[in-house]
């Protein structure tokens, strides 16, 4: 069983930035990727996927704003997010696409607040 370790998130400013890392503990090559994210109060979303060639998609409310990333030697998946807004407030999760194939890690809060 694979296990997921995210990690990056805080407290930042609206407009700033944070970078998201999900480490895996095994190869995770042959995986799509996706991040989710789960405001208090609401149901998981898939926010981004990374396919296993590279290939990505956003949710429309993050696109043009949030990247992301595989390095497979390193059995990491990133999630650059620039030009935060408050509603990106959530707990960050990473996973394969649903039906997720591993168990949830404990996620990384991200909070967007002046």
């Known amino acids: 069983q694979v296990q997921l370790v995210e990690s990056g998130g805080g407290l930042v400013q609206p407009g700033g930035s944070l970078r998201l890392s999900c480490a895996a503990s095994?190869?995770?090559?042959?995986?799509?990727m996706n991040w989710y994210r789960q405001a208090p109060g609401k149901q998981r979303e898939q926010v981004a996927r990374?396919?296993?060639?590279?290939?990505?998609n956003y949710a429309e409310s993050v696109k043009g704003r949030f990247t992301i990333s595989r390095d497979n030697a390193k059995k990491t998946v990133y999630l650059q997010m620039n030009s935060l807004k408050p509603e990106d407030t959530a707990v960050y999760y990473c996973?394969?696409?649903?039906?997720?194939?591993?168990?949830w890690g404990q996620g990384t809060q991200v909070t967007v607040s002046s």
């Open positions: 990374i396919t296993t060639d590279s290939s990505t």
């Open positions: 996973n394969t696409g649903v039906p997720v194939r591993f168990s």
């Open positions: 095994r190869s995770i090559f042959s995986y799509d």
